[in-house]
């Protein structure tokens, strides 16, 4: 297991197919941050467009259309 620190430099307002920012594989754990849904960051800086920015996607790899993939927050 990895533990993987991203910090990220762009989001995305849509779902589809964008690059993966991160591949990591089941059991790694990943510590980032994230921005509220106006794109501001946590000083209340705006760094995105709104609405309601999104981070990644992460890559899991050995990951199969169909699978379930189970998500613990350890602390938000």
């Known amino acids: 297991m ?3 620190h991203f910090q990220p430099d762009h989001y995305h307002q849509t779902l589809g197919c964008h690059a993966p ?4 594989r089941p ?3 990943v510590v980032t941050t994230t921005i509220d849904a106006g794109g501001n960051d946590m000083h209340g800086v705006q760094v995105a467009e ?3 920015p999104q981070t990644g996607p992460f ?5 199969e259309p169909g699978d379930t993939l189970v998500v ?3 602390r938000l």
């Open 21 to 24: 920012v991160l591949h990591i």
């Open 27 to 29: 059991g790694d754990t």
């Open 59 to 63: 890559y899991i790899e050995g990951a």
């Open 2 to 4: 990895t533990l993987h």
């Open 50 to 52: 709104r609405p309601k």
């Open 72 to 74: 613990h927050f350890d």
